[in-house]
């Protein structure tokens, strides 16, 4: 369906929003039509969120104005843009996880009397008219990332929503619920649904929308119909430079050489996850581990830097630099130079209301627990500033507290934290996801720089072109253990997909 001269549904006309004086949107024009999915991309902080949450009446515009059906609105709540037909379904999602699939559903249009029978029946006629496979009796926080963006999508069309916005939708998503997700937003388009999609995934912008519009620096810098637009166009419109020196997937033509052992793991078991896993890894290299979902590659990393605990008996070996060690708590490792940067940031990375400095100066006491007894504010402050202007973290002033950043400069002040420790082996687990093009680069140049300085680096990463481009070592897992080792040189994605899944 042709949506070239569909009337627009949704429109920002000058749309600024200003933060102590720093607009974080300026200036913003911006059309959705009828039936089509229009992608928004841009940098972190290029002001992506603030535009939708503004379109979704979390946020609200300090000048400028929105016209919906041709109409001036300015929803002041969700619940003001839900009754005009907005909704918007947020990186994390926003279901209540004691509460059951139907519960959910329903929740805010209970009638005065309800009967619980009554209520699950309804909501499995209505999740079987969407063809989603959900059990409307099951309680949330035991579904997958996937069935739980099933629940927030039925509920947005439950709510005869006529846009939905879709905030990273894919970034906890596996490949096989990947295409499942695009299934359902073909599906909402041919029901005339309006689809706004924020994604840092290039491809995928590419794959579904019919329009993109690029943001930068809070300003609309283009937007036009998808066909117009290939990776590189969308890469150095969104970062202002060109960035080929950065593409993935190149492999590498030169592998450092091998430092001393400075890890080595042997016959490892962790419960059903890791079985029997043996490896090593060295100073002066990037370690690159790749394997499917279940393959046990956080899991092992997990156990190594003492967050989770191999088997009591017949559990296996760990040596760092030939010292066995076995860690009930993270404490301890990171005081012995143990870092591990987490794959879920917003959960195990940081505290949300905390600043940047706060956040940072954290992982300086924690490696130095037992051996200080004051805080120092000047010292939490100096070493903010650092790391701030070290990892390019863009923020006002480093009393901004973590939750109002990008997820770009989140993810630069959880490897902060990590690296103010001084640690002599650092565990990068999906250390660029929901990251964009312009941050990805920031961080696989300090990874690299990690490794040039002697470091020993692990990398944890799903994306194949991340591990081909960052390692000198690849280690295919698979089944909870190591099957397959490649040389840099040696490597094609062909034979880590054949180790990975034979």
Do not use: C
Request: charged share 25%.
């Amino acid at each position: 369906m042709t949506t070239e001269f569909a009337p627009p549904v949704l429109e920002l006309r000058k749309a600024t929003k200003v933060y102590a004086g720093v607009p974080a949107i300026e200036e913003v024009d911006f059309s959705l039509r009828s039936g089509e999915i229009h992608a928004i991309v841009g940098e972190n902080g290029a002001g992506k969120s603030t535009m939708t949450k503004v379109m979704a009446g979390v946020v609200n515009l300090s000048s400028g104005e929105m016209l919906v059906d041709g109409h001036n609105v300015s929803p002041k709540t969700p619940n003001d843009a839900l009754r005009i037909g907005i909704a918007m379904v947020f990186q994390e999602t926003s279901l209540v996880p004691t509460m059951t699939v139907a519960q959910n559903l329903f929740l805010g249009q209970e009638r005065y009397f309800n009967r619980l029978r009554g209520i699950y029946i309804e909501a499995q006629q209505f999740m079987q008219s969407l063809q989603f496979d959900v059990d409307p009796t099951a309680v949330v926080s035991l579904l997958g990332a996937a069935k739980k963006q099933m629940v927030e999508i039925a509920r947005a069309v439950l709510h005869n929503a006529k846009v939905i916005i879709f905030d990273e939708p894919t970034a906890s998503l596996t490949p096989e619920e990947k295409k499942y997700f695009f299934d359902l937003v073909l599906d909402l388009k041919k029901r005339g649904v309006s689809i706004i999609f924020i994604s840092h995934a290039l491809e995928e912008a590419l794959l579904v929308s019919d329009r993109i519009t690029i943001l930068r620096d809070g300003k609309r810098v283009v937007t036009d119909d998808k066909d117009t637009f290939d990776r590189a166009r969308i890469v150095k419109e969104m970062v202002g430079r060109d960035l080929s020196q950065t593409h993935y997937g190149q492999r590498k033509t030169t592998v450092r050489q091998q430092g001393k052992r400075v890890l080595s793991v042997q016959n490892l078991r962790m419960a059903a996850m890791v079985k029997n896993n043996s490896l090593s890894v060295f100073a002066g290299q990037v370690t690159g581990v790749f394997g499917l979902v279940g393959s046990g590659r956080t899991e092992t990393f997990k156990v190594v830097a003492g967050i989770i605990k191999r088997d009591f008996m017949h559990g296996g070996e760990i040596l760092l630099n030939d010292r066995p060690v076995r860690y009930l708590v993270p404490a301890p490792a990171v005081r012995d130079g143990v870092a591990y940067v987490t794959e879920d940031r917003k959960l195990e990375g940081f505290f949300e209301t905390k600043s940047i400095a706060g956040n940072i100066y954290l992982g300086l006491l924690a490696k130095l627990r037992g051996k200080r007894d004051l805080v120092s504010r000047r010292e939490e402050g100096e070493s903010g500033e650092h790391w701030i202007k070290r990892l390019n973290i863009r923020a006002i002033s480093k009393d901004v507290k973590a939750i109002e950043l990008s997820g770009g400069n989140q993810q630069k002040v959880v490897i902060s934290k990590s690296l103010i420790q001084d640690p002599e082996l650092i565990i990068f687990d999906e250390p660029t996801r929901g990251v964009d093009v312009g941050a990805i680069a920031e961080i696989h140049q300090l990874i690299n720089q990690l490794a040039d300085e002697g470091k020993a680096v692990v990398v944890i990463s799903s994306y194949l072109p991340e591990i081909m481009s960052l390692s000198d070592r690849i280690l295919v897992q698979r089944m909870g253990k190591v099957v397959e080792e490649f040389s840099s040189p040696e490597a094609t994605e062909e034979k880590i997909m054949y180790a990975a899944i034979h």
